[in-house]
């Protein structure tokens, strides 16, 4: 019974049309397009050897912090709860959840032994008064133990949404430091949520707009480290990378991998004039997808690899245009007003996600493969870079304050436009590229 | 209402180094910063009475162009700098020239990085067209990473919204 559909996510009903999921007992109501998010207890975990104690309370935080940051749950305080467990198998006192209006319940336990952490839990649908999906054993080195705690949460995300999670997951993005007119930017890595933040390069030289490969191990980007820009590819396990061939007297940047990884496209200027390439992995068999005189850059694949979204200015100004992953005849599909750029291609496939600028302002904003049904999630004096969740629900992406103390942040908004927010632990940041859910 | 342990789901350590090692991250450490990417300074000795020196180049005739948003068309305010810009050249062949072509900060970043490079190739073509030979002159462009001014409002953006001929002593002089 606790597999409702979030309004917010399921077909995303792109009207904010009060959208009512009351099955049985479940109560989600949904006013003025606001969800209400549903309530649940989490109980820390049950330490099950004697120096797990804290263990238990990092993951249950962890896995808290999670659930309750997709603006979709809302934890009922620790304080409120009546029932206690002292056991992982203390049989579930559902009325003592009922009493605290608890819609689902997550019990658990961690163990720690020879530097490996096991955790186990199950979900509880308080209402129906039974277990939710089979119990689960979870194992990692104690190392890892933050990503035990967000496959944890993925489940009981998945499980009660009926969509992948996403927590399981990086971003890698650009650190800046230093003064504006002297910005000094690296490569970083971090979790979704900010926390192991690492440097995967030192700040010498100019980076940007990194991305992920399909399976999240290497990184391509932009470097200035030539003195002129260049497409470098980058290994995340060793941290070694090495620059893909150029025509000399280019310049190369915005590289994104194809789908299946055997592929790059990017820009190449030339006398001038930027247009869109495809080159194989290891450099090889450049050829040209576009050939105009106008700027085409930000390509972006679909999902399954046939088609190209990319941003031009060939009408005049900066607009969004799907070709097929060979090249050929452009079709434009933004016609609203203002411009069009950054196009980024949903993992679902459904949305293209887009920065917006128009009337002094900037917009990070969604709309369908056609064009059709725009719509802006965000405002402000200097937002662009669009990344997707593994899942497509939401978007991180830059924004940037104004004015000589302007700094950039990391902040991520769902595709409903609700629960807009900073990502924290990550400092001064730009272009964020989300990798895709780890293995 | 088992309890099924799945199979326990094995997690590989993350093995990124902590990044200390500056050597790993390969060659360009040091930063090949033709145009001093941390202002617009180039080569500057010399007195800027001094037609021969780059500080009369670089202040007297002046070193940058602006251009209108969005655009990479030469004013012609921007044509008489340009053919002094050419005229020098000419006259000091042990000079060569890197031109730098920047945006402001009201564009996306990838289109800004070839906004600037367009309006780098438009100052590349005009000296081009007044005599300097092409081997002499290379263009890079910054797209809105560069700012020289940085306040948020028209006033910056005109100053940002540049390209500059940046001078150096070549090869063999």
């Not at chain 1, 203390?90 to 009922?98: N, R």
């Not at chain 1, 705690?149 to 998945?158: E, L, M, P, Q, T």
């Not at chain 1, 990070?364 to 725009?374: A, C, H, N, P, Y």
């Amino acid at each position: 019974m606790l597999r409702y559909v979030l309004a917010a996510l399921a077909a995303l009903s792109l009207t904010p049309a009060p959208v009512l999921a009351q099955q049985g007992p479940l109560r989600i109501e949904i006013t003025d397009g606001v969800i209400e998010p549903l309530p649940y207890a989490l109980p820390t975990f049950v330490a099950e050897t004697a120096d797990a104690g804290k263990m238990a309370q990092d993951i249950t935080a962890v896995i808290a912090a999670d659930l309750s940051g997709t603006g979709l749950f809302r934890e009922i305080p620790q304080t409120a709860h009546i029932q206690r467990f002292a056991s992982f198998e203390t049989p579930v006192s559902y009325p003592d959840w009922q009493a605290i209006n608890a819609q689902a319940l997550i019990v658990g336990g961690v163990a720690v032994s020879g530097g490996q952490v096991v955790v186990k839990f199950r979900l509880f649908d308080i209402y129906s008064g039974q277990q939710l999906g089979e119990g689960q054993q979870l194992a990692a080195s104690a190392a890892s133990w933050r990503r035990l705690a967000h496959k944890v949460a993925d489940v009981i995300y998945s499980r009660v949404t009926g969509e992948s999670g996403y927590f399981d997951s990086r971003v890698v993005f650009v650190s800046e430091s230093g003064s504006k007119d002297a910005r000094q930017k690296r490569l970083a890595i971090a979790d979704y949520d900010g926390a192991n933040l690492k440097y995967l390069t030192d700040s010498s030289t100019i980076v940007f707009a990194p991305r992920f490969s399909p399976t999240g191990d290497k990184v391509i980007y932009t470097t200035y480290e030539t003195g002129f820009p260049r497409i470098k590819l980058l290994d995340i396990g060793n941290v070694r990378a090495s620059l893909l061939p150029e025509v000399p007297g280019t310049m190369t940047f915005a590289p994104r991998f194809s789908p299946d990884g055997n592929s790059i496209v990017y820009s190449m200027e030339q006398g001038g004039n930027t247009d869109l390439y495809k080159m194989g992995v290891n450099g090889g068999g450049a050829t040209r997808l576009t050939n105009s005189p106008a700027i085409e850059t930000a390509p972006s694949f679909s999902p399954d690899g046939s088609r190209i979204v990319f941003e031009s200015d060939r009408s005049g100004t900066q607009q969004l245009y799907i070709m097929s992953a060979n090249g050929g005849q452009p079709t434009r599909i933004s016609f609203g007003e203002g411009r069009y750029g950054t196009p980024v291609w949903s993992p679902r496939g459904d949305l293209i996600a887009f920065t917006k600028q128009h009337a002094g302002r900037f917009h990070i904003g969604v709309m369908r493969t056609d064009g059709s049904e725009e719509r802006l999630l965000t405002a402000s004096f200097l937002d662009e870079g669009p990344s997707w969740s593994p899942n497509g629900r939401v978007i991180m992406f830059t924004r940037e304050s104004a004015g000589a103390g302007g700094t950039a942040n990391l902040y991520s908004v769902d595709i409903s436009g609700r629960n807009l927010k900073k990502v924290e632990g990550v400092g001064q940041a730009s272009d964020p590229a989300w990798s895709p859910l780890l293995p | 209402m088992t309890f099924a342990p799945k199979a326990a789901v094995l997690l590989a350590v993350l093995a990124l180094a902590a990044c200390n090692n500056p050597n790993k991250y390969g060659a360009g450490n040091g930063v090949v910063d033709p145009g001093g990417a941390y202002g617009d300074g180039g080569v500057t000795q010399g007195s800027i009475n001094d037609p021969n020196s780059p500080a009369y180049f670089n202040a007297t005739i002046g070193d940058k162009v602006h251009f209108l948003v969005d655009q990479s068309t030469l004013s012609d305010e921007a044509r008489t700098i340009l053919t002094g810009q050419a005229q020098w050249l000419v006259g000091h062949p042990q000079y060569n020239a890197i031109i730098e072509g920047h945006a402001d900060e009201q564009g996306t970043r990838e289109y800004n990085l070839a906004l600037g490079a367009r309006r780098a190739s438009s100052v590349q073509e005009y000296l081009v067209s007044q005599g300097v030979a092409g081997s002499r002159l290379r263009t890079v462009s910054y797209g809105k990473e560069r700012p020289i001014a940085v306040c948020s409002a028209p006033e910056c953006y005109n100053q940002n919204r540049r390209a500059v001929t940046v001078i150096s002593l070549g090869a063999g002089s």
